[in-house]
T-cell receptor, first 116, second 114 residues
Framework: DAMVIQNPRYQVTQFGKPVTLSCSQT?????MYWYQQKSSQAPKLLFH???????NEADTPDNFQSRRPNTSFCFLDIRSPGLGDAAMYLC???????????????FGPGTRLLVL | AQSVTQPDIHITVSEGASLELRCNYS??????LFWYVQSPGQGLQLLLK??????LVQGIKGFEAEFKRSQSSFNLRKPSVHWRAAAEYFC????????????FGTGTRLQVTL
């Protein structure tokens, strides 16, 4: 059974055209994360939500925004995609914060973004 | 800040052979340690994790890893590799008390020959 679902699996957009990637989870986890993974590189954390509390990483560009309308869904918005934003975007969840076992992250299959 | 190094970018083993993937970390105390596997075009799947206690950790798919504090290492092992194990393997570290702050290594790509 899918637990962290990402749609679409592949997304093509044009340079400068806003794009939204979505993530949903059936785990009822409190924390949701977005990572960017460029080709042959390690995943890099962009931001995460603890419930509705948004936590941005210091080096995440302003071009990247996120929304979490409810526990199950989280969106990644790229306001003006550049060629350098082509990557795999991974969503992850964890049950809570504050105790290691609860903070273990579970990943979705990712959305591969292509910018033309 | 913590960091993690996976010295081997690419490893090739024969099916049925044993496997060891290396991971070294840098952190002032004992961190939380993880191994994830990523099949082509897929997300990351958690293989195993270490928080504290027994330094030999058992995971899914027959993998195990051993935490060695003296060597700052957390190497992943499997006694006999199947061709389906071909994938990218990532070691990750998080500071004690904040397992949400994962830092990943650059990964080791495993190829399995028949």
């Amino acid at each position: 059974d899918a637990m962290v679902i990402q749609n679409p699996r592949y997304q093509v957009t044009q340079f400068g055209k806003p794009v939204t990637l979505s993530c949903s989870q059936t785990l009822n986890h409190n924390v949701m994360y977005w990572y960017q993974q460029k080709s042959s590189q390690a995943p890099k954390l962009l931001f995460h939500y603890y419930d509705k509390d948004f936590n941005n990483e210091a080096d995440t560009p302003d071009n990247f925004q996120s929304r979490r309308p409810n526990t199950s869904f989280c969106f990644l918005d790229i306001r003006s995609p550049g060629l350098g934003d082509a990557a795999m975007y991974l969503c992850a969840t964890s049950r809570a914060r504050g105790e290691a076992i609860q903070e273990t992250q579970y990943f979705g299959p990712g959305t591969r973004l292509l910018v033309l | 800040a913590q960091s993690v190094t996976q010295p081997d970018i690419h490893i090739t083993v024969s099916e049925g052979a044993s496997l060891e993937l290396r991971c070294n970390y840098s952190y002032g105390a004992t961190p939380y340690l993880f191994w994830y596997v990523q099949s082509p075009g897929q997300g990351l799947q958690l293989l195993l994790k270490y928080f504290s206690g027994d330094t030999l950790v058992q995971g899914i798919k027959g993998f195990e890893a051993e935490f060695k504090r003296s060597q700052s290492s957390f190497n992943l092992r499997k006694p006999s590799v199947h061709w389906r194990a071909a994938a990218e393997y990532f070691c990750a570290v998080a500071p004690t008390g904040t397992a949400s702050k994962l830092t990943f290594g650059t990964g080791t790509r495993l190829q399995v020959t028949l």
